[in-house]
C-alpha cells in the first residue's frame, strides 16, 4: 500500500490513500504541471503502469511544509519519481528528484537497526546497562538507574518524559554529552517500565552507546554499517550537512536557528 500523506500546495488535495485512485492521480494535470522537478521515468515500466503492480509509494516527509519528492516502485526498482514544489521558497528552487530531505524521528528506526546489528556483531547486548558504554549515565530514581538497559531506552519505558522544550529546544550551547545528562537527571514522571514515554535524548544516548561499542560514533555507524552497504551515497546524518548539499531542501523557519541543538541528538532526529 502506498503512504499516504496529506498535500496542499495550492491545490487543497488529499493524495491518493488507495491504489485504486493512484493512476488516476499521477496522469492527473495537477501531478503534470505543478511545481516542481521534471519527473524521473523508466518509460517501458510507465507505459505497463497498473496500481495493481506497484509494490508501494514512498513520499518524503516534507508535505506539511508544502513540498515532497514522489517514488513509485515496483519489485525493486523505482519506475516514477518527481519532486513537488520549492525546496527553497525564497529564492524559487525547485525540488528535484534528488532534492534531500530530513526524515526526522524515522532516524529512530535507523538507530535500533544500527543497535540490533551490534547486538549481532557481539558489540553490544540490548540488555547492557547504557553506563557500560557512558560511564556518566545516571537516572534520577536509584531504582530505575539499577536496572535501566539499552532495551528501556529503545522503547520509551525509562519513567522519563521529553523535556525537550526545557533543554535542548531552549539551549544551542549544550553539547551532546550535556544534553543526555540534563535529560538524565530529571525527575521521573511514571514508574520505570510502567508507561510508553516518548524521549528524542534517551535516543541520542543510544546512539552514544552504539558508537562506543563500535569504536565509532553513531554517525559513523550509520554511514558504514546501513547508507554505504545500502548505496545511498546522498544520504547523511546532520541538518547542517543536508542544508548545505547542493540539491538540499531548506529548513522550515522553525528549525532554521536550531539547526544544530537538533544535530545534538542526532541519533533521533538527523538522517
Given at each position: 500500500?502506498?503512504?499516504?500523506?496529506?498535500?496542499?500546495?495550492?491545490?487543497?488535495?488529499?493524495?491518493?490513500?488507495?491504489?485504486?485512485?493512484?493512476?488516476?492521480?499521477?496522469?492527473?494535470?495537477?501531478?503534470?504541471?505543478?511545481?516542481?522537478?521534471?519527473?524521473?521515468?523508466?518509460?517501458?515500466?510507465?507505459?505497463?503502469?497498473?496500481?495493481?503492480?506497484v509494490?508501494?509509494?514512498?513520499?518524503?516527509?516534507?508535505?506539511?511544509?508544502n513540498?515532497?519528492?514522489?517514488?513509485?516502485?515496483?519489485?525493486?526498482?523505482?519506475?516514477?519519481?518527481?519532486?513537488?514544489?520549492?525546496?527553497?521558497?525564497?529564492?524559487?528552487?525547485?525540488?528535484?528528484?534528488?532534492?534531500?530531505?530530513g526524515?526526522?524521528?524515522?532516524?529512530?528506526?535507523?538507530?535500533?537497526?544500527?543497535?540490533?546489528?551490534?547486538?549481532?556483531?557481539?558489540?553490544?547486548?540490548?540488555?547492557?546497562?547504557?553506563?557500560?558504554?557512558?560511564?556518566?549515565?545516571?537516572?534520577?530514581?536509584?531504582?530505575?538507574?539499577?536496572?535501566?538497559?539499552?532495551?528501556?531506552?529503545?522503547?520509551?519505558?525509562?519513567?522519563?518524559?521529553?523535556y525537550?522544550?526545557?533543554?535542548?529546544?531552549?539551549?544551542?550551547?549544550?553539547?551532546?554529552e550535556?544534553?543526555?545528562?540534563?535529560?538524565?537527571?530529571?525527575?521521573?514522571?511514571?514508574?520505570?517500565?510502567?508507561?510508553?514515554?516518548?524521549?528524542?535524548?534517551?535516543?541520542?544516548?543510544?546512539?552514544?552507546?552504539?558508537?562506543?561499542?563500535?569504536?565509532?560514533?553513531w554517525?559513523?555507524?550509520?554511514?558504514?554499517?546501513?547508507?554505504?552497504?545500502?548505496?545511498?551515497?546522498?544520504?547523511?546524518?546532520?541538518?547542517?550537512?543536508?542544508?548545505?548539499?547542493?540539491?538540499?531542501?531548506?529548513?522550515?523557519?522553525?528549525?532554521?536557528?536550531?539547526?544544530?541543538?537538533?544535530?545534538?541528538?542526532?541519533?533521533?532526529?538527523?538522517?
Open positions: 500500500m502506498p503512504s499516504g500523506v496529506s498535500w496542499a500546495a495550492a491545490h487543497d488535495q488529499t493524495f491518493p490513500r488507495d491504489l485504486n485512485s493512484l493512476q488516476k492521480y499521477l496522469a492527473s494535470p495537477m501531478y503534470l504541471t505543478c511545481p516542481g522537478d521534471d519527473a524521473k521515468t523508466e518509460e517501458t515500466e510507465w507505459t505497463n503502469f497498473r496500481p495493481s503492480n509494490s508501494y509509494v514512498m513520499v518524503s516527509p516534507g508535505a506539511k511544509d513540498r515532497l519528492n514522489l517514488v513509485v516502485v515496483n519489485d525493486d526498482r523505482m519506475i516514477r519519481t518527481k519532486g513537488f514544489g520549492y525546496r527553497d521558497i525564497e529564492k524559487r528552487l525547485l525540488v528535484t528528484s534528488d532534492s534531500l530531505f526524515i526526522g524521528s524515522c532516524t529512530k528506526a535507523f538507530t535500533s537497526a544500527a543497535a540490533v546489528m551490534s547486538a549481532e556483531a557481539g558489540k553490544l547486548s540490548l540488555d547492557d546497562s547504557p553506563r557500560t558504554f557512558l560511564p556518566y549515565f545516571r537516572l534520577a530514581d536509584p531504582a530505575a538507574d539499577a536496572q535501566v538497559t539499552l532495551k528501556d531506552l529503545l522503547t520509551h519505558r525509562t519513567g522519563l518524559t521529553a525537550d522544550d526545557e533543554v535542548w529546544h531552549q539551549n544551542d550551547k549544550l553539547s551532546r550535556e544534553v543526555i545528562k540534563a535529560v538524565m537527571s530529571k525527575p521521573a514522571t511514571a514508574r520505570f517500565r510502567t508507561a510508553f514515554q516518548y524521549n528524542n535524548v534517551m535516543y541520542s544516548a543510544v546512539g552514544e552507546c552504539i558508537g562506543r561499542a563500535n569504536d565509532s560514533t554517525e559513523g555507524v550509520i554511514s558504514n554499517s546501513i547508507f554505504k552497504p545500502l548505496g545511498m551515497k546522498a544520504s547523511n546524518t546532520s541538518l547542517l550537512e543536508m542544508r548545505d548539499a547542493p540539491d538540499g531542501v531548506s529548513l522550515p523557519k522553525k528549525l532554521r536557528d536550531p539547526v544544530r541543538r537538533i544535530d545534538e541528538i542526532v541519533s533521533s532526529q538527523t538522517v
